[in-house]
């Protein structure tokens, strides 16, 4: 009961928000409330259970619904993976990805617009890309313009826990 049937994941700026926005839209569908379902990638979180999260994040239903969520930030944390494998091991995940180098000028020009970079140029921000995730990979999670483009080896990682079958990998420009 209440287990997350289908999960979006994918890149940050592929459609993820607008694929949920799309699904939420169906009768049968658990509507859930905000952008990111962050259980799986927070500690904090996480350590109070899934029914507290649960709470939080979808809109109540009497009805027997498919739970659809999403949060991009899954792909690129394999303990997120994991703790996704142990809630449901059946989950079907939905992986959107999008060119690179779109992806990461569009991540780019949304972080900057939203106050997390502070580099005036696309090209000073790739440079310091390396530097800045040693120092502090948490806090530039979003400012990894490069890094969140590398989708084989966050691919890999599902591939750990969960059958091919339960992958299905869209391009956000056929989407």
């Excluded at 259980?39 to 999260?53: I, P, R, S, T």
């Excluded at 979808?58 to 394999?78: A, C, L, R, T």
């Excluded at 996704?84 to 972080?111: C, G, K």
Aim: charged share 30%; net charge positive.
């Amino acid at each position: 009961k209440n287990k997350i049937k289908l999960m979006i994941c994918g890149a940050q700026k592929a459609g993820t928000t607008s694929l949920l926005h799309y699904l939420n839209a169906h009768p049968q569908v658990r509507k859930q409330k905000v952008k990111e379902f962050a259980y799986f990638v927070l500690d904090e979180m996480y350590n109070k259970g899934y029914e507290n999260a649960f709470e939080k994040y979808f809109e109540p239903s009497k009805d027997d619904k498919v739970i659809v969520s999403k949060n991009v930030g899954i792909m690129y944390m394999p303990i997120a993976i994991k703790r996704l494998h142990d809630h449901n091991p059946d989950v079907q995940i939905v992986l959107l990805l999008r060119n690179p180098v779109e992806r990461a000028y569009s991540n780019y020009f949304y972080a900057f617009q939203k106050g997390d970079e502070n580099i005036l140029s696309f090209e000073k921000a790739i440079e310091a890309e390396p530097e800045r995730l040693k120092q502090n990979a948490d806090y530039w999670r979003n400012c990894a313009y490069l890094d969140r483009g590398i989708y084989s080896k966050c691919i890999e990682e599902f591939l750990k826990y969960f059958l091919k079958k339960q992958l299905h990998i869209y391009l956000f420009e056929d989407f």
